[in-house]
């Protein structure tokens, strides 16, 4: 059974920072394109970052500079360090997992950014 449990979340100040982690099971994660959405109250889920099984990144425009995905495949863990928060960044952040080896899709139960004074 494949499982994806992020963690990390909180409430933080706008210019601080947080960590979010992805720890994932019953996949091969080092064969699997790892990605991090945000879904913002009353609104729709959006991509945020991807980190692919090579290890090429990708960042949706407001994030850049800001944000960072890694990935550790011996710890079968996402990370994704975010910096410089804005109001704007509140929402629930999800973890995507792609194994290359089958068409298949999965995502954790998400974890809560609210960045507010």
């Known amino acids: 059974q494949v499982q994806l449990v992020e963690s990390g979340g909180g409430l933080v100040q706008p210019g601080g920072s947080l960590a979010l982690s992805c720890v994932a099971s019953?996949?091969?994660?080092?064969?699997?394109?790892m990605a991090w959405y945000r879904q913002a109250p009353g609104k729709e889920r959006e991509w945020v970052g991807t980190?692919?099984?090579?290890?090429?990144?990708a960042y949706k425009d407001s994030v850049k500079g800001r944000f960072t995905a890694s990935r550790d495949n011996a710890k079968k863990t996402l990370y994704l360090q975010m910096r410089n928060l804005k109001p704007e960044d509140t929402g629930d952040y999800y973890c995507?997992?792609?194994?290359?080896?089958?068409?298949?899709?999965?995502w954790g139960q998400g974890t809560q950014v609210t960045v507010s004074s």
């Open positions: 995507n997992a792609r194994p290359m080896t089958s068409g298949a899709e999965y």
């Open positions: 019953g996949i091969e994660l080092k064969l699997s394109d």
């Open positions: 980190v692919t099984a090579g290890g090429n990144t």
